[in-house]
């Protein structure tokens, strides 16, 4: 408290913040030092910028892969997931390993029957095409 002319100032200790805490506002002659809790980021954040004496942490919601999408790179305490894009076997592809939450998926090219063979199995989109070879007839037959 200020002083008057009777009474002498009183003086009080500058609150310190913890280290769970951040200056809020700086003391001054007549005010006391204002201290808030740091944020913690959540289990679906991640921090974007580190807390300071003076400056609180910010978080920002961790990506989440939409259902055409791979996990490249999981998200930790400090950086964000990355997501890349599925690909698409092309109509003379087939699936050879499916995707995953983490993984993409494999594609291999169709075999196509030569002029001496024939298809004995049909390709899927997962299966590849069998081929046989053509029955060469003999000059008698």
Known sequence: AAPTATTDRTCAPITVCTSSQYETRAPTATTDR???????????????????????????????CTPLQYQTAAPTATSDRTCATLTVCTSSQYQTAA????TDRTCAPITVCTSSQYQIVAPTAT?????????VCTSSQ
Not at 49 to 56: N, V
Not at 129 to 135: E, F, I, S, V
């Open 34 to 64: 204002t201290c808030a809790p740091i944020t913690v980021c959540t289990s679906t954040q991640y921090q974007t910028a580190a807390p300071t004496a003076t400056t609180d942490r910010t978080c920002a919601p961790v990506t989440v």
């Open 99 to 102: 995707p995953t939450a983490t």
């Open 127 to 135: 299966s590849d095409r069998t081929c046989a070879p053509l029955t």
